[in-house]
């Protein structure tokens, strides 16, 4: 199956997502937390698993799957194709009421991401792109912005990341905004609204999986904080933070993070 049919095929399961998360949202669903701190988890986001989990593997029995909310199966590791999949990205503001929540897909080929789709559904926001296709947003096509300077430039980042500490000389003169979906604020970037997004703490691939390549084929450079492409599908699946901006932005960036592990 070519890329393009893959993101297809993710589109149609992010809408079938979204239709799960409109019939719990504002209904007080039922929410456990997670051991080890690993944050809440709603009857929405299992139930979104469970429906994204028999639908995909049936078109795809051959696949690998790595999900946020599915015990994770080494047998993944020798798959060419594995689903990337967070069925709710943002399950706090999910719980709270809020919209900026969304469900990311992706397929990756042995350790890059071929297609992806991230949906809004609160917003009817779908972002979508393909190894074969650009960047979308609701079909039409989305490109990072041109920014080269600090100069009235909007980075999407946590208050921590701009800590003094982080940073090899003064903070960068930015003006930082947030969103509680990382897979959101990639697409952000990707659609030209904010400049870059930064996140220093390690990810979960499911987060990024679908963001990544959005705003890569949205003519954004994606890496982790070490300036190292990302790639996916690793035994322990988390990445070293993301940055994600336009190329030029992007490098001016890098060379003002201090130098971390």
């Not at 990337?84 to 999910?94: E, H, Q, S, Y």
């Not at 999407?156 to 509680?180: H, S, Y």
């Not at 959005?214 to 699946?237: H, K, M, Q």
């Amino acid at each position: 199956m070519r890329a393009t049919e893959l993101r297809d095929l993710l589109v149609e399961a992010a809408q079938a997502s979204g239709d799960i998360a409109r019939k719990h949202f504002g209904a007080a669903p039922d929410t456990w937390h997670k051991d080890d701190n690993a944050g809440p988890v709603t009857e929405a986001d299992l139930e979104i698993d469970r429906m994204l989990h028999g639908e995909l593997l049936a078109t795809h029995p051959d696949f690998g799957w790595l999900s946020e909310e599915t015990e994770d199966d080494p047998k993944r590791l020798h798959k060419e194709h594995v689903f990337i999949v967070d069925p709710i990205d943002g399950t706090r503001a999910f719980i709270a009421g809020e919209k900026h929540f969304s469900h990311s897909l992706a397929v990756a080929k042995d350790g890059e991401v071929i297609a992806g789709a991230v949906y809004l559904p609160m917003m009817d926001l779908m972002f979508a792109a393909s190894t074969d296709t650009p960047a979308t947003l609701n079909g039409a096509p989305i490109g990072v912005t041109e920014r080269t300077d600090f100069s009235h430039s909007t980075v999407l980042a946590a208050k921590p990341n701009m800590k003094p500490e982080n940073w090899r000389g003064d903070v960068p003169p930015v003006r930082r905004t947030f969103r509680p979906s990382l897979a959101y604020r990639l697409c952000l970037v990707a659609q030209g609204r904010y400049d870059a997004m930064l996140t220093l703490r390690d990810c979960w691939e499911w987060d990024i999986a679908a963001g990544d390549l959005i705003s890569r084929r949205a003519g954004g450079r994606v890496t982790d904080r070490l300036d190292i492409d990302l790639r996916f599908n690793n035994p322990f699946p988390k990445t070293k933070g993301c940055l994600a901006a336009g190329p030029t932005f992007h490098r001016k960036l890098m060379s003002e993070l201090a130098a971390t592990e």
